[in-house]
């Protein structure tokens, strides 16, 4: 008996090599008729036994290629045709239909590497070798439907042995967009800082390899922008590096050639392994081994190191020349966004570099690389999400009705654009303070609409006034929704988890504008994506000196001891502490000056009370700096220092007061620093879970979310959950999407299509 299925299968599963497997798996189930991508995805038709098309139809969602993420497969009968008409392709263009998803970029898979590293290979050290499993996908597409002339490959025309690659179904590299070789793709050029061409092809490489040996510094040409690179164990070196980057003591990232090497550097759960060699290929930041062999400059003071594996072809080759670790930081000037156009990359790298390995693909969106976090308990958590996880799409826990553009924050900005169940957010863009970063926001919205097929029916943005991207959406001729900063904290972590709410989220980063109108950052919220009540807060403080407080925390300390300790402790502190003590006590008192809840701000408070910090050279340094000094302490050790409560209106206040006097008194009482963050962390962890319960409990809810950039200190991440559940209560954390500000535009998406 014969039947005729259409299969209709949604999700990532267009430039993904779907159609071959589709076409595979046809033929080996002896089934007849065709495949094809359309506008929501790939139409199977097949006609055959119903044994072997429920075959086809399970393997369709079982056996997909490792690039393609399955959401659905609909099956519909037809009538049975009859016909000897074999199994074949349709051509996508003849459909005339936009791709749904464009895939992320994706490292070298194990096929394209061994080629690489085969002499009788044509494509024996390409380093532009890929195929339908892996390769650049996000950064070279310039517009949709996905295929070869809307690549920055179009410029290069394929030989003979890679087009009959690219047309035949059987093939690995059927429609491999960027597939190239030797004979007819790009290929290397290692420049002088002027742009004078030192050596090209392999030359390159070998000579890259050898400068790079002698401790030079390096501008290479990665997958989403430039890679500042030098030899990891030199520490003059890393230093030179240090220098000519202007960045103090913000860390490096590592890449290393291989497993084995990663683990001689870093303690490694099986959950870190798995991040660092997936295909996503993020930087891990794992617990250091101690003398291991990179140099100290590398993370200093940290310990934790940000590794990562080779993810091009071009990686692989260069970390096997060089045979050791390799630095491989951002290709830009402190905090500009990461250089990725060569002549851009010449102006802006050149000054800094002793040469330049580059190459003639170009990169028509940069992306960063992403971050993630191995966590105690073998979690892992993304702290940036960029290069290998956007433009993947997240689904909504409602959906939007309206298609809509989420702008985001200001700090670590992202942008999103929805519509239906799924948001797709952009890469990493950067700080919008700055105005190379600004033209990137801009840019990155365009793209991101583009290639997600949005037209936005409405702007969401942050209430923040003046945030540049509030204002970039207020320019736009759009309805547009302002969505308070904490509660698309919040809202992000609902949306991870698919969870509509209501939960009670608590709320804890730097600054956020209120809807009161002042600066929140410790908040207790009962919030789902339609709406927030706040129930509770950390105790204010004053602010004094507004962004200058951010940029020197001992302002915190000077604030904090005052209000914990009186105005003899504070002078005491500040006079030792920075000559403009005076005047910024002062400042305290005067009615502009803001006052914040922001938990952030109590890290730094603390950070500076210890004598570890009290200025800062990139955000949250002294908050990392406090967690990890207690990094060897355990964290049952010490018990919690204590905060009061109290209640102001119908809001619980949560009072660090008596922890801060608390910090300050094991200080003069000569108490281990270590021991002292410890106190703090666990005093602070457990009365955040305890007020969490009970305002939980009030409103009758068993679900706490937590969010905000707090959060990713995993000290009291892991203190804070542990307490929920000895209550009794359910605790969703980040994992997936940030819990910084590079989560919000998320956050802002998911709460702007539950709006009815
Ligand atoms: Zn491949
Ligand atoms: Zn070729
Ligand atoms: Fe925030």
Redesign the pocket.
């Known amino acids: 008996m014969t039947e005729r299925r259409r299969l209709r299968v949604t999700g990532t599963v267009q430039g993904v090599g779907f159609r071959p497997f589709v076409y595979r798996t046809a033929v080996e189930l002896g089934l007849v008729g065709s495949v094809a991508n359309d506008s929501e995805g790939v139409v199977v038709e097949a006609e055959g036994g119903p044994e072997q098309l429920d075959e086809l139809c399970r393997r369709l969602r079982d056996d997909a290629p490792p690039l393609a993420r399955v959401e659905s497969v609909e099956a519909a009968a037809l009538p049975a045709l009859g016909l000897a008409e074999g199994f074949r392709i349709v051509d996508s263009r003849a459909a005339g239909a936009p791709a749904v998803a464009v895939s992320v970029d994706v490292a070298?898979?194990p096929?394209?590497l061994a080629e690489l590293g085969d002499p009788a290979d044509r494509r024996f050290e390409y380093p532009f070798?890929?195929?339908t499993?892996?390769?650049p996908r996000y950064t070279i597409i310039t517009a949709i439907p996905y295929d070869r002339g809307s690549t920055t490959m179009s410029g290069f025309t394929m030989c003979t042995a890679c087009r009959s690659e690219y047309e035949d179904p059987a093939d690995?590299r059927f429609h491999a967009e960027p597939n190239a070789c030797p004979a007819c793709g790009p290929h290397l050029r290692l420049l002088d800082p002027t742009g004078a061409v030192l050596a090209e092809r392999g030359d390159a490489l070998d000579a890259a390899g050898e400068q790079l040996r002698a401790g030079r510094v390096l501008a290479v040409k990665g997958l989403g922008g430039y890679h500042l690179a030098v030899d990891a164990t030199s520490v003059a070196g890393v230093a030179e590096l240090r220098r000519r980057k202007a960045r103090d003591d913000k860390p490096f990232a590592v890449m290393v050639a291989d497993l084995d090497t990663a683990r001689s550097l870093c303690r490694l759960s099986p959950a870190a392994e798995e991040a660092l060699s997936s295909p996503r290929r993020p930087i891990v930041l794992a617990p250091r081994r101690h003398g291991a062999g990179v140099s100290e400059a590398v993370a200093p003071g940290l310990p934790e190191l940000g590794l990562m594996l080779p993810y091009t072809p071009l990686h692989d080759l260069l970390l096997a020349r060089v045979a050791r670790p390799l630095v491989m930081t951002s290709g830009n000037l402190s905090d500009e966004p990461i250089a990725h156009q060569d002549t851009d990359a010449l102006v802006r790298l050149g000054p800094m570099v002793d040469a330049m390995l580059t190459h003639d693909r170009d990169i028509h969106i940069r992306c960063d690389d992403s971050v993630a976090r191995a966590l105690p308990g073998g979690r892992v958590q993304v702290l940036r999400r960029s290069r290998g996880y956007s433009p993947e799409p997240l689904a909504l826990p409602l959906p939007a009705r309206r298609q809509l553009l989420a702008v985001g924050a200001e700090l670590k900005s992202t942008v999103a654009v929805a519509k239906g169940a799924s948001v797709v957010a952009s890469h990493h863009i950067g700080d919008l303070e700055h105005l190379p970063a600004y033209r990137s926001f801009v840019q990155a919205i365009d793209h991101l609409c583009h290639i997600a097929g949005v037209h936005p029916e409405l702007v969401v943005h942050d209430l923040h006034p003046e945030y540049l991207s509030t204002k970039f959406a207020l320019d736009l001729d759009l309805p547009d929704v302002a969505v308070q900063h904490h509660h698309a904290h919040i809202a992000s972590c609902l949306a991870e988890h698919a969870h509509a709410g209501p939960v009670l989220g608590v709320a804890f980063d730097g600054l956020g504008m209120g809807a009161d109108g002042t600066l929140w950052g410790g908040e207790f919220l009962v919030a789902d994506l339609a709406g927030f009540r706040r129930v509770g807060h950390l105790r204010p403080v004053p602010l004094p000196g507004g962004n200058r407080a951010i940029r020197e925390p001992w302002r915190m300390g000077l604030a904090w001891s005052r209000l914990a300790l009186g105005a003899a402790e504070a002078e005491r502190y500040g006079a030792a502490v920075d000559e403009r003590w005076a005047a910024v006590m002062a400042l305290m008192d005067r009615p502009e000056t803001p006052s914040t809840t922001s938990a952030g701000r109590l890290f730094d408070a603390v950070a500076a009370l210890l004598g570890l910090r009290s200025r800062v050279t990139y955000e949250a340094q002294a908050a990392i700096e406090l967690e990890a000094c207690a990094a060897g302490v355990p964290l049952d050790a010490v018990a919690g220092y204590p905060l009061a409560t109290a209640t102001s209106g119908d809001l619980l206040v949560l009072d660090p007061g008596p922890l801060v006097a608390r910090v300050v008194a094991e200080r003069d009482a000569g108490t281990p620093v270590p021991l002292v963050s410890a106190g703090f962390h666990a005093g602070l962890g457990r009365a955040t879970a305890a007020a969490a319960a009970e305002l939980a409990r009030a409103e009758g809810l068993d679900t706490v979310a937590l969010s905000g950039g707090v959060f990713q200190n995993a000290r009291l991440t892991e203190i804070v959950v542990a307490h929920l559940r000895g209550e009794g209560m359910r605790a969703l954390v980040h994992e997936r999407v940030p819990p910084n500000d590079g989560g919000i535009s998320i956050g802002q998406a998911a709460i702007a299509a539950a709006h009815r």
Request: glycine letters at 10%; one cysteine or more.
């Open positions: 070298s898979c096929d394209c070798v890929n195929c499993n892996c390769g690995r």
